[in-house]
């Protein structure tokens, strides 16, 4: 995964006074993404739907559902708004996979662009339902001595939503590098040691090659792995003891580590921050939105 920032990330180029960074890159490929995906998923819709028409009609129901019932019936028209924000967290999540794009919620300025969005919709339906006056007198409740308190608590929240998921995700980066460079150094050590003679890396090139032939004659696994490695490592051990790679270092233990913390930091934890990230907005949006007089915010 690329690199944390809190600000803007490397510039690229400029259009006039315009910088664009690497984030503004990214932000503008998912937008672009999503608008053209919307597009070819929302045209041409059939009675009869085909595979991909009821894959799109079963994730807006599923949206549907979760909005419902975490905000009522009453504010099904925040789907749209729910559902970009979701997508959107996601597949600037995921775009970091692509190893030259930045994912954009590793940058701050992007999560807490869209907290502040969800704190200005909260306003806003709090002052058009009790009044300004009436907002302004929320904070000096129960008691005026609160009143600093409640403005903090204010501010705090989009806060502390744009931490949270910038939090998570820098966690994640940071612990994917320290990972790396370990396993860079352990495989120059242990290169290092295989290569110091070149009897025993033709020990290991021999042993692999008749595990692996064993391995696939018996059609056993644990034949074919060890014996891949083995032999991997003999033939690397072997290049290096007879100078055959010009002192190039190869770390071979970044071969397949990576890719399967990949699977939870990039993936997983990616789902689930941007989730967690819709989760609350909502919750947040359906306090500043309750239901008419008289209805329940869960009815049908």
């Given at each position: 995964m690329d690199g944390i920032e809190v600000s803007?990330?490397?510039t690229l180029f400029t259009i006039g006074p315009i910088a664009i960074t690497q984030t503004i890159l990214s932000l503008i490929i998912v937008t672009a993404t999503l608008a053209i995906a919307g597009v070819l998923l929302g045209r041409?819709?059939?009675?009869?739907p085909g595979k991909l028409q009821v894959l799109t009609e079963k994730g807006v129901s599923?949206?549907?559902n979760l909005v419902?019932?975490?905000?009522?019936e009453h504010n099904l028209h925040w789907v749209p708004y729910i559902g970009t924000i979701f997508l959107s967290s996601l597949l600037g999540s995921l775009i970091g996979l692509t190893g030259?794009?930045?994912?954009?919620?590793?940058?701050?300025?992007?999560?807490?662009t869209w907290a502040v969005m969800t704190s200005v919709i909260i306003w806003y339906h709090s002052i058009k339902r009790n009044g300004f006056l009436g907002w302004l007198k929320g904070f000096t409740e129960p008691i005026v001595v609160m009143t600093p308190m409640n403005i903090v608590s204010e501010i705090a929240q989009p806060v502390a939503m744009a931490f949270r998921h910038f939090g998570n995700v820098a966690g994640g980066?940071?612990?994917?590098?320290?990972?790396y460079t370990a396993l860079a150094l352990a495989s120059n050590a242990l290169i290092g040691a295989i290569s110091g003679s070149w009897i025993l890396p033709a020990v290991l090139v021999v042993l692999g090659a008749l595990l692996l032939i064993a391995g696939i004659r018996k059609k056993k696994l644990a034949g074919k792995i060890f014996g891949t490695v083995f032999l991997v490592l003999g033939a690397l051990g072997l290049a290096t003891s007879l100078n055959l790679l010009g002192g190039v270092e190869i770390p071979i233990l970044q071969l397949g580590i990576p890719a399967a913390l990949s699977i939870y930091f990039d993936l997983f934890s990616g789902f689930v921050q941007a989730f967690v990230f819709s989760l609350?907005?909502?919750v947040y949006i359906a306090g500043a939105c309750p239901p008419p007089d008289g209805e329940s915010s869960l009815s049908k």
């Open positions: 803007g990330a490397q041409n819709l059939q009675k009869r599923m949206l549907m419902e019932s975490t905000m009522g030259f794009l930045r994912s954009t919620t590793a940058d701050l300025a992007v999560v807490l980066s940071i612990i994917t590098m320290i990972i609350l907005s909502m």
